[in-house]
């Protein structure tokens, strides 16, 4: 086990300098810095876990920020970045943020102050202004932040509009949407996909598209009230699955049938859509490529901090079930 005795020989500097370079405490010049972390890397040297992350975050640490941890497609995101990031022989924290800014920013300075060394997020509320003081790398998934910040996202507008052409080729004729939350850009382009195929409708009115915010309970709400306003309905698309289940639940309350009365196709191939009754058909997103993806790309944006800003954005696929 290398010491810093080893360290400061083979840089030819003082141990009282190399300890300087780790803390980053006190004036070393720029040769001198360079030489003494490449004696750290080529002796493998990690000083004790204090002083490790107190050089510049190697505290082999990186946090998943969530907006809602009680949505089932968070945890099944955390568990591909979880095996990436230990694979990488990364410690893995995950923060719920409840897309509370306050929460997200107080959590981004407190792993800041422990030297995250990266950080994966999916906010929808989240600005490069907000992270202005954030050194560690960043990746944005499945909410783009910024152009600047690399993101893995889906086909969203595409695959929403494959759902409702779905919808149409069995036969259903007044189609409505229930979106997610406004702010969120992914159920923007899902909505947009949506009005993309309708909105020429004759039938078509602002009535057809009601808000389920991603959450089950508004949805169902929402569902409710639009097919009872609505008994003309014989499709919903459904933003996420979340609320596809939701709608299901609207239906049975309502003695409407599913498929047979009403055909229902949610976004995002979670597990739970394929063991509620009927099971939910779906336009699934690769959850489980794309959290390791991000946590790939994180992992190049650590070790080489020039590497440059990447977007992958993947296809989503139908899934037919019984609820079509
Ligand atoms: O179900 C949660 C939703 O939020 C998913 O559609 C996912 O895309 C995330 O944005």
């Known amino acids: 086990m290398a010491t810093i005795r080893d360290v400061a020989q083979l840089a030819k500097v003082s141990t009282a300098t190399v300890s300087r370079v780790i803390n980053s405490n006190g004036y070393v010049n720029e040769g001198t810095i360079k ?25 082999k640490m990186i946090a998943l920020f969530v907006p809602d941890i009680t949505n089932p497609f968070f945890p099944e995101l955390a568990r591909a970045i979880e095996d990436v990031t230990n694979r990488h022989d990364y410690t893995f924290v995950l923060c719920n943020t409840d897309s509370d800014i306050h929460k997200t920013t107080n959590y981004l300075n407190a792993l800041q102050q422990k030297s995250a060394d990266g950080f994966i997020i999916v906010s929808g509320s989240l600005t490069e202004d907000h992270l202005k003081n954030i050194q560690a790398p960043i990746v944005a998934l499945d909410r783009i932040i910024s152009t600047d910040i690399s993101s893995v996202t889906v086909n969203n507008r595409i695959g929403s509009r494959q759902a409702v052409n779905y919808l149409r080729s069995l036969g259903c004729r007044r189609i409505a949407h229930i979106a997610g939350p406004e702010h969120v850009d992914n159920a923007i382009y899902r ?54 289940t939701a709608v299901l639940n609207a239906a049975a309350s309502l003695d409407i049938k599913v498929p047979e009365d009403l055909a229902v196709i949610g976004f995002d191939g979670i597990s739970m859509g394929e063991r509620v009754t009927p099971a939910l058909t779906t336009m699934a997103q690769p959850i489980y490529d794309m959290g390791a993806e991000a946590a790939e790309i994180l992992i190049k944006q650590i070790r080489t901090p020039s590497q440059k800003v990447m977007r992958e954005a993947f296809k989503v696929k139908l899934i037919e079930r019984q609820s079509t």
């Open 35 to 59: 030489r003494v972390k490449e004696a750290i890397e080529q002796l493998n040297y990690f000083p004790n876990d204090v002083a490790r992350s107190l050089f510049k975050g190697r505290s």
């Open 191 to 244: 909505m947009r996909g949506y009005l993309d195929e309708v909105k020429h409708e004759d039938w078509f009115d602002s009535s057809y598209v009601v808000s389920g915010a991603y959450h089950f309970e508004t949805a169902r709400e929402a569902a409710v009230h639009l097919l009872t306003n609505n008994p003309r309905i014989d499709g919903i698309f459904a933003g996420n699955d979340l609320m596809g």
